[in-house]
């Protein structure tokens, strides 16, 4: 059975830190990424970051505040989140498979089940 947890939300103030983690397990395949999507209340799921054989990727609203980090297997993943802004607060969730492009969730083979992020002013 295959099980992808993301844990490491919480509540905390802006300009703060968070980490959060992602593991995958029960697999029957070997994924190439491993990536971070969010989504605001009301708003759709984002891209945020992505890391795979061909390199990290990140979008715009998060470089420099944001660092993704993982196993090579792309079982584990890890978000530093750096000066944290009240616009970040979202479910982050974690999406592993063998996608086609980074940035597209439906490519993402497997979910969790998101870890909420409140930022408050």
């Known amino acids: ?21 992602c593991v995958a397990s029960g697999l ?9 999507f969010r989504q605001a209340p009301g708003k ?3 891209f945020v970051a992505a890391i795979s054989e061909r390199g990290i990727y990140y979008t715009d609203f998060v470089k420099g505040r944001f660092t993704i980090s993982g196993d090579n297997a792309k079982t584990t993943e890890y978000l ?25 969730q439906y490519d993402y083979t497997y979910w969790g089940q998101g870890t909420q992020v409140t930022v408050s002013s």
């Open 80 to 104: 530093q989140m750096n000066s944290l802004k009240p616009e970040d607060t979202a479910v982050y969730y974690c999406g592993t498979g063998i996608p086609g492009r980074l940035t597209r």
């Open 1 to 21: 059975q295959v099980q992808v947890v993301e844990s490491g939300g919480g509540l905390v103030q802006a300009g703060s830190s968070l980490r959060l983690s």
């Open 28 to 36: 029957t395949f070997s994924p190439t990424a491993m990536a971070w």
């Open 44 to 46: 759709e799921r984002e």
